[in-house]
């Protein structure tokens, strides 16, 4: 077979050395393409069996998505990726982005199910960060990156957390010679005598709006003989609270009325980027979904909570049925869990499980080791 006959990889082929935890500022398809560990290496093997079967003229592409250095581009290519792998395990054919003559723009994938029936999918995520979250992410991401390469202490790992925002990189030198000179002066015994309470706390002011606060944390006694792996050992980040039924909202919103009138069922599936999407954000974005007449042309809403590679086995995944769409759907989707609202109230439906649907274990890909 010629070089160019060659199929294509989405990871590079090399024998990997290099098990060392990702870097903050590290982007994910980075780590994973160079990443020894045993767990790493079953996404990578997976994630290759369902580029695979991704259409060979589009792959490209969405190759291209996951190399990106944006954070959007490789989650939206990876949920594009898993949920073709998905309807593929369901018996469906998926072509991406196929040219439909009742409709002008090209949806993301025209599925046909076993029984010759067809409908459109759209993928959309909801709440990733925006350009200017994933900018000042790239500024606090370097700040920890530095602390672990240059602080060197075999006593004690540091809690970490940035208050306000830095409009630039700060200076890296002063911020490790100001953590340096603190943990040279400090008393590893003393501090764990003290409790976390009682700890000393160390604030290194970027500017009158903004400051990195440090605690140290001493190293049991056993562990000081050597420096950890990495000298953060906490990150306390200020957690977003918001509103997570918003961002859905919005998402199948931009979404429903895309392609105008349609001919067949229309879903719409939404990878919301929150780590914990909780029943009564999900009733609160449907009911309104539900009261939009322009909605009344999506069927469903496919519904996944922080689906990514590490989380492709046991993120919650369900579809979601509007009672108000002009076509319903009674696909192979449905395998999957069901939502129903009615008066005001959700009704779930179990199914398939993604371990189910994949094959794999619930505890894929760590099964249950620690790489």
């Known amino acids: 077979m010629a070089f160019n006959d060659e199929p294509l990889k989405l990871f590079d082929t090399y024998e990997r050395t290099n098990s060392k935890p990702a870097d903050h500022s590290e982007k994910q398809f980075k780590f994973l393409n160079r990443s020894a560990r045993k767990r790493d290496a079953r996404i990578r093997q ?23 250095v944006k954070a959007q581009s490789f989650e939206s290519a990876f949920f594009e990726l898993s949920l073709h792998a998905i309807l593929k395990r369901l018996g469906c054919t998926a072509p991406p982005h196929p040219s439909l003559p009742e409709i002008a ?21 909801a709440g990733g960060q925006s350009v200017a979250q994933e900018s000042l992410n790239r500024l606090k991401d370097t700040i920890y990156d530095v602390l672990n390469r240059r602080i060197k202490t075999n006593d004690f790992c540091i809690a970490v957390s940035i208050h306000g925002e830095p409009k630039t990189q700060p ?10 000179a603190e943990l040279d002066a400090a008393n590893a015994d003393e501090i764990a005598a ?24 001493p190293r049991k006694p056993e562990k000081r003989g050597k420096p950890p792996e990495r000298p953060i050992g906490m990150i306390a980040e200020s957690g977003w ?4 039924a918003t961002p859905i909202q919005e998402a199948v919103l931009e979404k429903a009325d895309r392609y105008g009138a349609m001919t067949r069922p229309y879903i719409v599936a939404v990878n919301s980027m929150a780590f914990s999407l909780e029943q009564d954000a999900i009733v609160e974005a449907l009911t309104s979904l539900w009261s939009h007449e322009r909605v009344k042309r999506v069927s469903a809403v496919l519904l996944a909570s922080w689906l990514m590679p590490i989380s492709a086995a046991h993120a919650p995944i369900g579809l979601y049925h509007n009672p108000t769409a002009e076509r319903s759907y009674s696909g192979v989707l449905t395998k999957l869990p069901q939502g129903f609202t009615e008066n005001g109230k959700l009704r779930m439906v179990g199914g398939h499980t993604l371990a189910d649907i994949f094959g ?7 099964l249950g080791s620690d790489d």
């Not at 060979?56 to 291209?64: G, N």
């Open 360 to 366: 794999v274990p619930a505890d894929w890909p760590r």
């Open 105 to 125: 723009t090209r949806p993301e994938f025209l599925v046909t199910e076993p029984d010759g029936s067809t409908f459109i999918l759209e993928a959309r995520l």
């Open 171 to 180: 200076s890296s030198r002063r911020i490790v010679e100001f953590v340096q």
């Open 194 to 217: 003290l409790g976390p309470a009682h700890s000393p706390r160390w604030v290194f002011d970027v500017h009158h709006r903004c400051s990195i606060h440090f605690r140290p944390i």
């Open 46 to 68: 997976r994630l290759e069996e369902w580029f695979a079967e991704y259409p060979a003229d589009d792959q490209h592409e969405l190759k291209r998505r996951f190399g990106s």
């Open 241 to 244: 609270e918001g509103d997570n």
